[in-house]
């Protein structure tokens, strides 16, 4: 056997003739093939003509094989001329050639290839040699990839599942794996489990290896448990799994154990497999010796993702267990990140303080990290993405935790008396979101947050304090000045800012509308957002309130002061079908993208739990269906005519209709002699809420809306609209 590095001679470019030369010259006294054993290594490297097929020496086979899988997919034409050695090969009394001539001709996805596999493969499946018939079970995947319709014809599928009841391992990991393949492709077969079928996997798993060891507990997700005591005996059995070294293997037992678990009835044995899935996932590191986050960080973020969507589903399995996740000064950016949102998910009211002390160690004061602990694991460094988010997480424990609110509340104080830019500004976007969570509790520290306001220049943290302004305009005795400051650069900021001015300047006017400074700020808003802007939302926006403030200030300070709901951590989590679905996937990509493999591999087939009477009942209220959709393979005509289109009653109404569809109108067919009151609600009879007769202008006082000082009010809707077009008149008003 060559030693490594002892062929890099050969990978040096030299002429077809010169390499032809050699090749010829090699055929003469070369008993040993060493000549053309080394001039094959020549032209494998160069990747050119190949003559020697039909040398018996195994190690110049394989070269040669190597060149036809490039050669025969580059110049199809030509690999007809090897067929018959290729045939002769899969006859051959040696296991190792027949194998490897297999497994070269289902690499060649030509037709004259296929077409000679057909035979020669159905012998190899049958092989006296395991080790023939478990690359031939591989083949028939290549083969299925290649021509589907032909691999079905010729049965191979069936001869597949006969072979998942082989009595060597290898060949059962193999004709499961192929079956996997086929199965996943959305134009392929439904490959599904029976019970016995699924203990004979179990008894060939622990001969098995690693890889074949994953196949198997892969595929036991397609059986679907008919009894609840079936689901807890195959639990039971493959357990033991978690203890492997393999990380893979560990993944995959957990993902087969988090299936089951849908379909066990036990509640101990629910709780026995959380504890036991805790250790190799990373609960005791200190003391294990081979866990997934001790390996290298690549590993520690398939982990991490994957841990994600577990707590989310199971948080017992490492509820107690939150210090596995502090962060260490080595670790990359990704994995910080990770470990952060998981902090964040396991926190509750009994952990809060540890969570809340290592989130605060993460964010740096003054420009530089003064991370440590009693470990020493942090060093002096600074990654803005990472203290972003332990900012905002802090925020998000408050909101999540109420008992631990005022700790977080403290946290954050004493993070914007740092006076670093990006932390303030995260401190004052999450301290918005903490008053909607807990309206009338702490308000108290808005001076604090308006003594920053020159630290804000990202749109995100501006909107927020502008937010904080105009939500307590009535409790800050300066915010007119401090709105008026920021309204100097309206027109060049981002239009999320912009309507967060908009809406703060009216909710100010609708608390303090005796103070001219307000009606003069107000006003000014109102003309930039309407005549200045070319943002149609902005507007928008700007006509309905001056409209609104027009017509009826008590219903304009109804809606837009209007109580809100307070936010919850309800969006923070994951729809329970969509979880289910991701579990499924762990230790795939999937699971690291959190999106299901069919969005983003072409021909992925989607997998969801199948309902069974041994289901549970909260995960049967979340099943997702899974439609599997079968594409005709011609396109069917159906005889006859097709079918009538309606007739249109008005050829200018439809005219119409095809320039500029009109926008629905939320009124019934009859139309009533009166407008309906802006504030939506029928049966309302405010004298207030604008004239009685609908051919009235009900925008015919905009002049004199704000008092005696408008001059030349916008004015989007004409005022020469005819009576007649009584439609138009309450599409103008709706919208």
């Known amino acids: 056997m060559a030693q490594p590095g002892q062929d890099a001679k050969f990978f040096q470019r030299g002429k077809i003739e010169e390499l032809r030369t050699v090749l010829q010259a090699a055929e003469i006294k070369d008993k040993k093939y060493l000549k053309r054993k080394t001039a094959l290594k020549k032209i494998v490297a160069n990747i050119t003509m190949v003559q020697c097929l039909g040398t018996p020496l195994l190690e110049i086979k394989k070269m040669v094989y190597l060149f036809l899988v490039s050669y025969g997919k580059s110049k199809p034409d030509q690999i007809h001329i090897v067929i018959p050695n290729f045939l002769a090969d899969c006859s051959d009394h040696n296991p190792l050639i027949r194998a490897l001539a297999i497994r070269t001709m289902s690499y060649i996805p030509i037709p004259v290839v296929t077409d000679s596999l057909i035979e020669p493969l159905r012998h190899c499946l049958k092989d006296r040699d395991p080790y023939v018939r478990k690359t031939a079970a591989i083949c028939v995947a290549k083969l299925y990839t290649a021509d589907p319709r032909r691999a079905e014809k010729a049965g191979f599928v069936e001869m597949l599942r006969d072979l998942m009841l082989d009595g060597n391992a290898t060949v059962v990991a193999n004709a499961v794996a192929a079956l996997s393949e086929i199965g996943d492709r959305q134009d392929g077969v439904i490959f599904k489990l029976n019970l016995a079928t699924a203990n004979k996997l179990l008894t ?40 492997h070294a393999n990380s893979a293997v560990v993944l995959t037992t957990i993902k087969v154990l988090l299936y089951l678990m849908n379909y066990m009835e036990n509640r101990k044995l629910i709780d026995y497999c959380c504890k036991k899935m805790g250790p190799p996932l990373g609960e005791y590191v200190e003391f294990a010796e081979m866990t997934l986050l001790s390996s290298g960080p690549e590993v520690q973020y398939v982990a991490l993702r994957n841990i994600l969507l577990i707590i989310q589903r199971r948080p017992a399995v490492l509820k107690n267990d939150v210090k596995v996740f502090f962060c260490k000064y080595n670790d990359p950016i990704y994995v910080k990140l990770a470990k952060l949102e998981i902090m964040y998910r396991l926190a509750r009211a009994e952990n809060t303080d540890e969570v809340l002390t290592e989130l605060e160690e993460c964010v740096p004061l003054f420009g530089v990290s003064i991370l440590y602990n009693s470990e020493n694991r942090y060093a002096s460094e600074v990654d803005v993405d990472f203290v972003r988010k332990a900012v905002r997480s802090i925020g998000r424990l408050a909101i999540k935790v109420e008992a631990g609110a005022d700790k977080c509340i403290q946290v954050l104080l004493s993070l914007i008396d740092t006076k670093v830019s990006y932390v303030v500004q995260e401190a004052v976007i999450v301290t918005k979101d903490i008053f909607r969570r807990y309206p009338g509790k702490y308000e108290g520290i808005i001076p604090k947050l308006c003594e920053n306001l020159d630290l804000l220049d990202e749109p995100e943290s501006k909107a927020a304090m502008v937010w904080i302004l ?68 902005l507007r928008d926006r700007g006509f309905m309130y001056w409209r609104m403030l027009a017509v009826n200030p008590s219903v304009a300070s109804s809606i837009v002061l209007a109580e809100k709901p307070a936010i919850t951590t309800d969006s923070d989590r994951m729809d329970r079908g969509a979880l289910d679905q991701l579990l499924l996937h762990t230790g795939t990509l999937g699971s690291i993208y959190h999106k299901n493999p069919e969005t983003f591999i072409r021909n992925a087939a989607g997998k ?12 049967r209220a979340a099943l997702v269906p899974l439609p599997r959709p079968q594409l005709p393979p011609a396109t069917i005509n159906v005889p006859g005519p097709g079918p009538t289109e309606p007739q249109i009653r008005s050829t200018a109404s439809n005219a119409d209709l095809d320039t500029k569809p009109a926008p629905p109108i939320p009124f019934s067919s009859a139309i009533p002699n009166t407008t309906r009151p802006l504030s939506g609600h029928e049966g309302d009879d405010d004298e207030d809420d604008g004239p009685s007769s609908a051919a009235t202008d009900p925008y015919s006082n905009l002049d004199g809306a704000f008092g005696d000082y408008l001059q030349e009010v916008p004015r989007p809707i004409s005022t020469g609209i005819q009576q007649t077009n009584r439609h138009a008149d309450l599409d103008d008003l709706l919208f």
């Open 608 to 619: 969801a739990l199948t309902d069974s009477p041994a289901l549970n009942p909260s995960s």
């Open 470 to 537: 105009g939500q307590f305009s009535n409790r800050i005795d300066n915010a007119d000045e401090l709105l008026d400051d920021l309204l100097y650069t309206f027109l060049d900021e981002s239009v999320e800012v912009q309507l967060a001015l908009l809406t703060a300047a009216v909710k100010l006017f609708i608390y303090k509308s005796n103070l001219d400074s307000t009606k003069t700020l107000v006003h000014k808003v109102l003309k930039w957002a309407t005549e200045n802007v070319d943002n149609p939302d």
């Open 204 to 243: 060939a798993l622990g001969e098995s290896s690693e890889w074949g060891q994953i196949y198997i507990l892969d595929t036991l997700l397609r059986y679907v448990p008919e009894r609840h005591a079936d689901a807890e005996l195959m639990a039971e059995r493959i357990i033991v799994q978690l203890q």
